[in-house]
């Protein structure tokens, strides 16, 4: 056996060791310092962001105005909302404030149900979708409306996995395109008011009691809602989806992982669910960062703030720079953050800087290419 001398066998060892330790743990030979880094309350203003959850109905700039202050980029929605202005008028508005405002604004699209039992409802509702792409829509938005309102001639409520949905979310994935899918509610929905885990479910479902399933029990339950949008994306594997509202598994981040895990082509927003992420953090702080950096790719940040013409301009921008603030401290500090949904403040999650990144920008670039005609 040839010899070999202890101190060169010795300085093999280290070097071996510390070139897989270095292979294993940062491929890409980034400082482990700069990976674990965070940013700070003082950041926020001077980090690009994106808000891929807001709905602008009407030509006033004070959200767009708040957005350009503040570093931040909008996805505006159109929505199926029968209390809202009509879908063609949405949509003339929001290409206005994306005229007047590339750099800021960005748009998706929405259809009706309108003429449901008609042989050519779906194509009808892709001529439409094809001409609002044509606009400049980079998105179509599907509502909790289907699955727990809208019904057939027969009375049957018509649910998202129904066949004559086929040919348009196949046009939307031609197109290169993203479906926006809020289906069913929070869990809490389904609960008696006493039993909600946060405070904006127990406000929203006491002001909305159509829309609190607990009080209709002959509808269809919490689980058939999230088996059917379910089933849906599986019929559309290749379909990009972003699941609205942490796709209505916002009580629990081991169901969220397994939904993206099966569907490699789904992502999450975090859309008017952060406190019930929060919630869950005051639990298993742990488990909730944890989740964050495993799923950095497929998180968007989103809050659905809303302006119409009859919106208070100061009221708005006070609640815009509070929930701002609020959700930028708990991704980036460790600090206990006091927020309104619960009674008891949550500690931040210190998130490292690229993951904050990836949430509040670089997933949507990825997602939405080109949406936002960013100046050199």
Request: aromatic share 10%; net charge negative.
């Amino acid at each position: 056996m040839k010899y070999i001398n202890p101190l060169v066998l010795v300085v093999l060892l280290i070097t071996s060791t510390h070139c897989t330790q270095k292979t294993n743990t940062n491929p890409e030979n980034i400082d482990s310092s700069v990976l674990s880094e965070s940013y700070t309350v003082e950041d926020f203003k001077s980090v690009p962001k994106i808000d891929t959850h807001t709905h602008i109905n009407t030509e006033g700039k004070t959200m767009i105005n708040m957005a350009r202050a503040n570093n931040f980029r909008l996805l505006n929605i159109a929505v199926d909302v029968s209390e809202w202005i009509p879908i063609e008028e949405q949509i003339a508005v929001r290409v206005k404030l994306r005229e007047k405002d590339p750099d800021v604004v960005a748009f998706s699209t929405a259809f009706t149900l309108e003429g449901w039992e008609n042989a050519d409802w779906a194509d009808r509702v892709i001529s439409q979708l094809k001409s609002d792409f044509d606009k400049g829509a980079n998105s179509v938005k599907v509502w909790k409306n289907i699955g727990m309102d809208e019904k057939d001639k027969d009375g049957r409520l018509i649910m998202l996995d129904d066949p004559k949905f086929d040919l348009v979310f196949a046009f939307i994935k031609d197109q290169g395109k993203v479906l926006l899918s809020h289906a069913g509610e929070p869990k809490n929905c389904w609960l008696p008011l006493d039993s909600m885990t946060v405070k904006n479910d127990y406000n929203y479902f006491s002001k909305n009691p159509k829309f609190h399933m607990y009080l209709h029990p002959e509808m269809p339950t919490y689980e058939e809602q999230i088996l059917r949008r379910d089933n849906m994306i599986a019929k559309n594997p290749d379909l990009t989806v972003v699941a609205f509202h942490l796709a209505s598994l916002e009580w629990s981040v081991d169901e969220q992982a397994k939904f993206l895990e099966r569907f490699p082509k789904a992502n999450l927003d975090l859309a008017e669910r952060i406190s019930h992420t929060q919630y869950q953090s005051q639990r298993n702080r742990d488990k909730v960062r944890d989740f964050f950096i495993k799923y950095q790719d497929r998180i968007l940040y989103a809050t659905d703030f809303q302006q119409y013409k009859e919106t208070v301009a100061e009221e708005l921008e006070q609640y815009m720079m509070e929930t701002w603030m609020n959700d930028w401290k708990y991704f980036n500090t460790d600090e206990m953050v006091s927020v309104p949904q619960l009674d008891e403040p949550v500690q931040g999650l210190a998130l490292p800087k690229h993951v904050v990144d990836k949430i509040y920008r670089l997933n949507a670039e990825r997602i939405f290419p080109n949406a936002w005609e960013v100046g050199d």
